[in-house]
C-alpha cells in the first residue's frame, strides 16, 4: 500500500478546498449582484396577502409573535399586505385616513378602528360610489411620518385623503423620530426637498453603503418580509394584530407643571416650534385630491391642576396657540378642515389622551361622516361649501 493512504486523503483535501473556495466564490457573486439588482423592492411587492389570504385592514406594527404582527421599514412590503393594494372597483369612492395609533387602532380590534366604523356606516358619494375608507395609520406622533405614507399610497387612486393630526404631531422636534421615518431617509430627503420643508433630513443615516445592499447586509429585512408571510395564516384565521393587554386609564389628575416641549412658560412663539410647513406639504402631495385635515379630539381632564393642563401632553396655553396656528395654517388650503378637539366625551378615552374606546371609535367616526354624507347639512364634496372655507 506505501503511500496510498496519504495520497488518498491528499486528493480528498484538496477536493474539499476546491468546494470551499467554489462555495465562498459563489456568495461573493450572489452578494455583489443582490447589491448591484437591489432586488429588495420587488420582493416587498411579492406577498401571500390579498391573494392566499385576506389583505390585512391596517399597516403592519407589532413586536410580539402573540399578535401574529411585527413592524417593519419596507412601505412595499407594508402596504402590499394591506387591503389597499387590490384592484380599486370602479363603484368605490376610495378615501385614505392617516394619522397616529389613535386611527390606527391602538387597543381596538379591527372592526372597532375609526376607518371600519365610516364603513359601517355605509355611506354614498354624491355620484352613488360607495365610500370605502382605508387605514393608513401608524403609531408614534410624526407629520413627517404622515406625509411619507400619504406620498406612498397615492399610488392607489384616492379619491379623498382624511388626515388626523395634533400638537405632538407637529412639533419639529418630533419629526424624524420614528423608525419609520429614520430607514426611510432617502423617500424623506426627496419629500423634503420637493416641498422645501425645514427638516433636518441631513442628519438622517447615510444611503445603504454596498455591504449594507448586499444579501448579507439585507437578511434583517429579508427575514421580516418571510416573518409577515408566514404571520399572516394566523392572523387570517383569527383576526389578531395586536396584543389587547391591560391598561393605565390616561390621568385625570394632572402635574402643575406648564411646561410643553422646550418652553417651560407660555410663549407666543410657539408657531416657530411646529413644523406647519408640513400641513402645506401633504396638501401638496394629495392635490388634486380633495383633503380633509381634522384636528382630532383629545382627552380633557377635570381633576387636580386642570385649569393648567388638558392632559397629561398638552398644558392649555401651548394647545391653545396650536389651535390658533393650525387654523392659520389651513386658511390658506384649498381643502377642507374640521376642528374636533373636543368632540369625544372624556370617558371615551383609553391609555392615552388621543387613544379612543370603540365607542368612542364610533361617535368620531359619525361626526366624520357629517362631512362625508352629501345628505347632511354641509357636504364635504361641495365645492362650495367645504369646511374651514
Do not use: C
Not at 419596507?74 to 395609533?101: N, Y
Not at 449594507?212 to 395564516?233: C, E, I, K
Amino acid at each position: 500500500m506505501g503511500w496510498d493512504w496519504l495520497e488518498k486523503y491528499e486528493h480528498r483535501g484538496a477536493f474539499l478546498l476546491r468546494v470551499v473556495v467554489k462555495a465562498a466564490l459563489l456568495f461573493a457573486l450572489v452578494n455583489v449582484a443582490f447589491a448591484l439588482v437591489n432586488p429588495l423592492p420587488a420582493i416587498g411587492h411579492l406577498t401571500l396577502h390579498n391573494t392566499l389570504i385576506a389583505g390585512r385592514e391596517r399597516l403592519p406594527y407589532g413586536e410580539d409573535p402573540a399578535s401574529y404582527n411585527l413592524s417593519l421599514d419596507s412601505l412595499d412590503a407594508m402596504f402590499a399586505t394591506h387591503v389597499i393594494a387590490r384592484r380599486k372597483p370602479a363603484d368605490e369612492f376610495r378615501v385614505l385616513v392617516a394619522g397616529d395609533s389613535s386611527v390606527w387602532g391602538f387597543l381596538l380590534r379591527p372592526e372597532q378602528t375609526l376607518t371600519a366604523q365610516i364603513n359601517a356606516l355605509d355611506l354614498r358619494a354624491e355620484d352613488g360610489r360607495t365610500i370605502r375608507a382605508y387605514n393608513i395609520g401608524h403609531p408614534l406622533l410624526s407629520a413627517t411620518k404622515d406625509l411619507l405614507l400619504i406620498d406612498y399610497a397615492m399610488r392607489y387612486q384616492p379619491d379623498l385623503v382624511i388626515w388626523l393630526t395634533t400638537l405632538d404631531a407637529l412639533d419639529s422636534a418630533a419629526q424624524l423620530r420614528p423608525p419609520i421615518v429614520a430607514n426611510n431617509a432617502e423617500r424623506v430627503r426627496r419629500l423634503t426637498d420637493a416641498g422645501g420643508l425645514a427638516l433636518d433630513a441631513d442628519s438622517l443615516p447615510d444611503h445603504p453603503d454596498f455591504w449594507s445592499r448586499t444579501l448579507a447586509g439585507q437578511r434583517r429585512p429579508l427575514a421580516d418580509w418571510w416573518r409577515l408571510q408566514m404571520f399572516g395564516f394566523s392572523w387570517a384565521a383569527t383576526g389578531i394584530d395586536q396584543v389587547y393587554a391591560d391598561y393605565t386609564p390616561t390621568a385625570n389628575d394632572l402635574p402643575d407643571s406648564i411646561a410643553w416641549g422646550g418652553f417651560d412658560a407660555p410663549t407666543d412663539d410657539i408657531a416657530a416650534a411646529l413644523a406647519l410647513d408640513l400641513v402645506a406639504a401633504i396638501a401638496e402631495r394629495v392635490a388634486p385630491v380633495d383633503l380633509l385635515i381634522v384636528n382630532q379630539p383629545i382627552f380633557i381632564a377635570d381633576g387636580l391642576h386642570s385649569d393648567m393642563r388638558y392632559n397629561a401632553w398638552y398644558p392649555r396655553w401651548a394647545y391653545d396657540a396650536y389651535r390658533e396656528a393650525l387654523t392659520v395654517a389651513v386658511a390658506a388650503l384649498d381643502g377642507g378642515y374640521i376642528d374636533l378637539w373636543d368632540a369625544i366625551p372624556a370617558g371615551e378615552f383609553t391609555d392615552s389622551p388621543v387613544h379612543l374606546t370603540p365607542e368612542g371609535s364610533r361617535l368620531l367616526a359619525q361626526r366624520i361622516a357629517r362631512e362625508l354624507a352629501p345628505d347632511d347639512a354641509v357636504s364635504f364634496f361641495n365645492a362650495d361649501e367645504k369646511i374651514g372655507r
